[in-house]
C-alpha cells in the first residue's frame, strides 16, 4: 500500500510564507498520474489547489492562489513540495496531498493524512 505524508503546516500571519512537503513510499517517477495539493478550510469542501503531471513538464493551480503558490517536485527524494507566499487568512485550511499509483493493474488515488495551515491576520 502507497503511503503519502505530508508536513509542514503551521500557524503564520497573514503577508508570510510557508512551504509544504509530501513524501510518497514509492517513487514518484512511477506514479501512472499526477500529484496534487487539495485543502479543505473550515466548514467548506476540499478543493484542488495545485496538480502537477506525472512528467513534471505541466502544473496547474487554482485561480485563488495563483502567483502566490509554487508546486516543485524532487524525484530523488519522492518528495512534492508546495511553496506557499503572501498567505492570507483565507488560505487557512488543512492541506492534503494526494498521489496516483498503479496497484495491481488499477490506478489508484493515495491520500496524506492532511497537515493543519492557519494564517491569522
Known amino acids: 500500500q502507497v503511503q503519502v505524508v505530508e508536513s509542514g503546516g503551521v500557524s503564520v500571519q497573514a503577508g508570510g510564507s510557508l512551504k509544504l512537503s509530501c513524501v510518497a513510499s514509492?517513487?514518484?517517477?512511477?506514479?501512472?498520474?499526477?500529484m496534487y495539493w487539495y485543502r479543505q478550510p473550515p466548514g467548506k469542501p476540499r478543493e484542488l489547489v495545485s496538480a502537477i503531471r506525472s512528467d513534471g513538464t505541466t502544473t496547474t493551480y487554482a485561480d485563488s492562489v495563483k502567483g502566490r503558490f509554487t508546486t516543485s517536485q524532487d524525484y530523488a527524494k519522492n518528495t512534492i513540495f508546495l511553496q506557499m507566499n503572501s498567505l492570507k487568512t483565507e488560505d487557512t485550511a488543512v492541506y492534503y496531498c494526494?498521489?496516483?499509483?498503479?496497484?495491481?493493474?488499477?490506478?489508484?488515488?493515495?491520500w496524506g493524512q492532511g497537515t493543519q495551515v492557519t494564517v491569522s491576520s
Open positions: 514509492e517513487s514518484i517517477n512511477n506514479r501512472c498520474g499526477g
Open positions: 494526494a498521489a496516483d499509483f498503479v496497484v495491481f493493474t488499477t490506478c489508484r488515488r493515495f
